[in-house]
């Protein structure tokens, strides 16, 4: 049997760094000197950085995840399904955790975590497919997509392929199909497997090594195509994500076998840390098991042993990626094709609904933040559903533009047409200038929402020469307002922004050489 | 030609109107004796793998007469024996001892099915049908909990495989798997659950966009009151909502009946189905002009699927030489393809069962309510080696998990002397591959195959008395088995 030929790879590679030439809006970032664009480039092309997307299949009940315990409403639309007040894990004055969310409690007040409420998207459609597929494929309700928005960002990262495959997957998937988030339109970019092993062992490595024959022009020929590519991806990238394992074989925490969702996260560390150079990875806790119709569970039961299932493995993973030394390049999302119901049906569950929150973790997101409202169960659709905050298509412009520092045309590209990124992720720092996890602790925003004019509160622990500033979500910088060299304690900055539009922004304090930023929304 | 050097077209976005194809639903030489090629075309894509017998018979028959032979079977087959015992009436030491005899059951089911398929589906539509409504009607073994109403959904869809699609659809409403696996089993006036009425409107009958969230609402209430009571589907009328309900323009103090009558009254639900049977049996991106015409045949024929089923199996369309190896194999076309095409009935069926399971089609269980979407699905870097693998391994008379050999091997000797041609062995290697593969082999592929008959041997030495032909003829089989043309119909 002769060996199969490996014909020229694309020895480049895919890095953000070729992207450097084609920036178009200057950049928030946390640094003080001016930055250059060189800098910058050595910065965001800093490649390395992954995206984790967990998707929850079925449709998460949001209601019962972070509950409104102040809100009689919810426990007047629930009656066996409600979670008790004093069975919340304390959130807020007026939101709670569900109990089974330990996890994201942990992460949320150690700011790994962050919650956007209300999401969803105008016209929701409430079927499982069409839900699953709208957010996968980032388009709006009337719109029939064949193609996903990570598939679509990495044809821009990877603008030769399909003629050329970079020497490593982009996007991986743990699992046994492909989802439709990671087609694009010139070919599949993400690949599947279970584990490292039992791919890479599965694979002929050796081949037929023959050269194809030229497919017959037919829609057979197109179909052959197809899967000879699948023929070709699976050689080379089991080879690939070997390696990266055979690199990292093991994990500092342990991932307990009986949560599926954990133990696919728990590859995914590997991967991260043994060097692949995948930005995308998508695990999921698959089998429609969030669509309780049915004996939803409030206290126990299904839905709250899923959300155990989810809190945990999240809480592991991202205590993995510190024990791995890769906490700073890994950040994600959970996403669900829709809530659910604010009124409980007949049969201890919850039907199809609408908005609900979704959560953003790593350690470099800008954490411990809750973005929105509560869940308003006053004001409800036509049939009795949770009304639309934020558009998905803002939590993924975030990731874009934010953590992969994707320029606005990329973003025209990916999303259609343009979101009001919604402040999520920290935007990559010079060496020099790291946020500083004291001041960020003791920085406030007051009022916030503002209209007229709001006051800044820091506390510093030695004197420090202090500026503010203000950024919007592009990155402009707006508003510098040099407060000068400031004494050890307490201090505040009354900033006047009568100028300023409704819309969300960027705070940014520095102190010396230590930095701190909030997320300032300004409404008319 | 380099296997990079041309460009690579958008393989996985055709063109969604098919440029250039003209054929229709006219009959393909209805009463001629069919080609090797056509009868291969036919079987591949109406049955669930053809052997070598099947060929040969095809062969002696015109379009017309293999088309309407493929409507037979056995519709009545000898049921597993708990499989008709009502599930209140039997009684388990504990929960636990009910499930474990349950799950024992699902395996017996499962196995059940899959040695229909391949010592039954010979010549046959009949299970690749079932399996068809299987994949429609959605539902699974974990939610539906008692095994025996998993067979009788699996029998309704076997008694009504190309019967009367509104009947089926109206069936279903009353079928005790479907009542528990979509909650309408549990859905009461006043509380209605929503669940049934959805899924009824959007994967089964109409499709996204010709219903509204109302009428899922309105559809819900009037299919309230359906409860289960022994081995049936029941109508409660005090559990009913007797009201008023607005359904696709209609209105009415409307019942289940009244339901499915009214949604098969939309030309939109023959169009629905027309465009799934197309789907499956000609190309993943279905022709609007066929599809409206099947779907107006259907409604002309009172919604009896066979007579439309039976025109397009005999049309110029379908018998188009773009589509040959157009669709791609399911874990069922393949585990059962490959023990047709070798006429092997030793597989041991835990083994298809948990392989299939693999390849992500466990039978009864399918991943949501929609079915296995399949196509491309059926393919990616998981599935692929692995589909390799099993096939190369079956070709040697073994399991791939454990590596045992299977009780007896595939007999690829008597395999080989079906072959008038095996005494040539560069005319046999074509016509063997010709047999196994959807699109036949180029240059290039036919040239490696050889060597992979012959091993070094001499063209001229080759003949089935040689020294060590099993050897050789496995070989060849591998060798056409790992070539991507195998996964294609």
């Known amino acids: 049997m002769k060996r199969r030929e490996f014909l020229h790879r694309s020895t480049a590679g895919i890095a953000l760094a070729t992207l450097g030439t084609s920036f178009g809006s200057v950049r928030l970032r946390a640094l003080a000197a001016s930055p250059t664009l060189r800098a910058w480039q050595r910065l965001t092309g800093n490649s390395d950085r992954v995206f984790v997307l967990i998707q929850l299949t079925g449709g998460n009940d949001g209601l019962n995840t972070i509950i409104p315990i102040e809100n009689g409403l919810y426990y007047q639309a629930r009656p066996t399904l409600a979670i008790p007040k004093n069975q919340t894990l304390p959130l807020t004055s007026t939101l709670g955790w569900h109990p089974s969310l330990t996890g994201f409690r942990d992460l949320y007040n150690d700011g790994r975590l962050s919650i956007v409420q209300n999401v969803t998207y105008p016209n929701p459609d409430r079927s499982h497919f069409r839900g699953t597929d709208i957010w996968l494929t980032a388009t709006d309700s009337d719109v029939f997509k064949s193609s996903g928005w990570v598939g679509r960002f990495l044809e821009t990262v990877a603008p030769d392929f399909p003629e050329r495959l970079p020497d490593e997957p982009l996007a991986v998937q743990i699992g046994t199909t492909l989802s439709l988030g990671f087609q694009g339109n010139r070919g599949t970019l993400g690949i599947t497997f279970r584990d490292p092993e039992s791919f890479y062992a599965l694979v002929?490595?050796?081949?037929?090594?023959?050269?194809?024959?030229?497919?017959?022009?037919?829609y057979g020929g197109t179909e052959l195509e197809f899967v000879r590519t699948v023929e070709l991806s699976s050689q080379l990238y089991s080879q690939a994500v070997k390696k990266a394992a055979d690199r990292q074989k093991t994990n500092t925490v342990t991932y307990p076998t009986n949560n599926p969702l954990a133990q696919s996260l728990k590859i995914v560390a590997r991967l991260i840390a043994g060097g692949l150079t995948t930005k995308f990875y998508l695990v999921s806790i698959g089998g429609n098991t969030f669509d309780t119709h049915i004996n939803q569970g409030s206290l126990t039961g299904i839905h709250p042993q899923l959300l155990q299932q989810l809190g945990d493995a999240v809480k592991l993973?991202?205590?993995?990626?510190?024990?791995?030394?890769i906490a700073d390049r890994v950040v994600g999302m959970t996403f669900s094709e829709f809530g659910r119901r604010v009124m409980e049906n007949g049969s201890r569950g919850t039907d199809h609904g609408t908005a609900a929150p979704l959560f953003v973790f790593g350690e470099q997101i800008i954490g411990g933040q809750i973005l929105g409202h509560d869940p308003d169960l006053v004001n409800l659709d036509s049939r009795g559903d949770l009304l639309m905050e934020f558009d998905y298509r803002q939590v993924y412009a975030a990731a874009l533009l934010q953590w992969f520092g994707a320029p606005m045309n990329t973003l025209q590209a990916v999303l259609f047409r343009e979101f009001a990124a919604l402040p999520l992720f920290q935007i990559a720092s010079t060496v020099e200038q790291w946020e500083d996890a004291a001041l960020v602790q003791s920085l406030t925003v007051a009022p916030n929402p503002c209209s007229v004019q709001t006051t800044i509160g820091y506390h510093l622990p030695s004197p420090a020469r202090v500026t503010v500033t203000i950024h919007d979500l592009r990155g402009r910088c707006l508003v510098t307002r040099d407060v000068g060299d400031c004494p050890a304690g307490?201090?505040?900055?009354?900033?006047?922004?009568?100028?300023?539009?409704s819309g969300t922004y960027f705070v940014r304090l520095q102190a010396g050489s230590r930095s701190a930023m909030k997320a300032l929304f300004v409404e008319r | 030609m380099n296997r990079r050097?041309?460009?690579?077209?958008?393989?996985?976005?055709p063109p969604t109107t098919p440029l250039g194809i003209t054929t229709g639903l006219d009959p393909y030489k209805p009463d001629q004796l069919l080609s090797?090629?056509?009868?291969l075309h036919l079987l591949r894509r109406a049955t669930l793998g053809v052997s070598r017998q099947d060929l040969a018979r095809a062969q002696q028959m015109t379009t017309r007469q293999a088309v309407q032979a493929l409507f037979s079977g056995n519709q009545t087959p000898s049921p597993p024996p708990w499989a008709t015992i009502d599930p209140t009436t039997e009684n388990f030491p504990s929960p636990d001892a009910r499930q474990q005899e349950y799950y024992r059951r699902y395996a017996e089911l499962q196995q059940w099915w899959l040695r229909r398929m391949i010592t039954e589906g010979g010549f046959s539509i009949l299970e690749k049908l079932v399996f068809f409504w299987h994949n429609h009607y959605c539902s699974d073994y974990l939610k539906v909990y008692y095994p025996q109403y998993m067979y009788l959904q699996n029998q309704t869809f076997r008694q009504m495989a190309w019967g009367n699609v509104r009947e089926l659809a109206r069936a279903m409403v009353a079928d005790p798997a479907m009542l528990i696996y979509l909650d309408n089993v549990a859905s009461i006036k006043g509380n209605p659950n929503e669940n049934f009425a959805r899924e009824l409107l959007e994967l089964f009958t109409l499709g996204v966009g010709h219903y509204t969230e109302h009428d899922i609402v309105e559809a819900a209430r009037a299919l309230t009151g359906w409860r289960i009571q022994g081995m049936r589907g029941v109508f409660n009328q005090q559990l009913w909502d007797?009201?008023?309900?607005?359904f696709l323009g209609?209105?009415?103090t409307f019942n289940a009946d009244d339901i499915i009558a009214i949604i098969f009254e939309q030309d939109q639900a023959a169009r629905f189905i027309a465009t799934k049977i197309y789907r499956t049996f000609v190309y993943d991106v279905p022709n609007p002009d066929i599809v409206e015409q099947l779907a107006q045949l259907l409604k002309a024929n009172n919604y009896e699927l066979r007579p439309m089923l039976e025109t397009l199996l005999m049309s110029e369309h379908f018998f188009d030489p773009a589509f040959r190896g157009a669709l791609i194999k399911s874990p069922i076309e393949f585990m059962v393809g490959l023990c047709r095409q070798l006429s092997f009935a030793e597989l041991p069926l835990d083994y298809g069962i948990e392989r299939m399971a693999r390849l992500t089609l466990e039978l009864l269980n399918p991943p949501t309510v929609e079915g296995w979407k399949g196509h491309h699905l059926w393919i990616n870097t998981n599935t692929y080696p692995?589909?390799?693998?099993?096939?190369?391994?079956?070709?040697?008379?073994?399991?791939?998990?454990?590596?045992?050999?299977?009780?007896?091997?595939?007999?690829?000797?008597?395999?080989?002397?079906?072959?008038?041609?095996?005494?040539?062995?560069r005319e046999f290697v074509s016509d063997v591959a010709r047999f196994l593969l959807a699109i036949p082999p180029g240059p290039n592929a036919e040239a490696y195959l050889l060597d992979e008959l012959l091993l070094g041997a001499p063209e001229y030495e080759w003949s089935l008395s040689m020294p060590n032909v099993e050897l050789r003829l496995r070989s060849l089989l591998k060798a056409i088995f790992t070539l991507p043309e195998y996964q294609l119909l």
């Open chain 1, 317 to 325: 993973f991202l205590d993995d990626c510190r024990g791995l030394g």
């Open chain 2, 242 to 246: 007797p009201g008023v309900k607005d």
């Open chain 2, 386 to 425: 692995l589909r390799e693998r099993i096939a190369e391994y079956f070709a040697d008379g073994k399991r791939n998990d454990n590596y045992q050999n299977f009780p007896t091997p595939p007999d690829v000797r008597q395999f080989a002397a079906s072959f008038s041609s095996n005494a040539v062995a």
């Open chain 1, 490 to 501: 307490n201090g505040t900055v009354v900033l006047p922004l009568d100028r300023f539009a």
């Open chain 2, 5 to 13: 050097d041309f460009l690579w077209r958008l393989v996985s976005n």
């Open chain 2, 250 to 252: 209609r209105r009415g």
């Open chain 1, 204 to 218: 002929d490595q050796q081949g037929t090594g023959t050269t194809y024959d030229p497919a017959p022009d037919t």
């Open chain 2, 36 to 39: 090797p090629d056509d009868a």
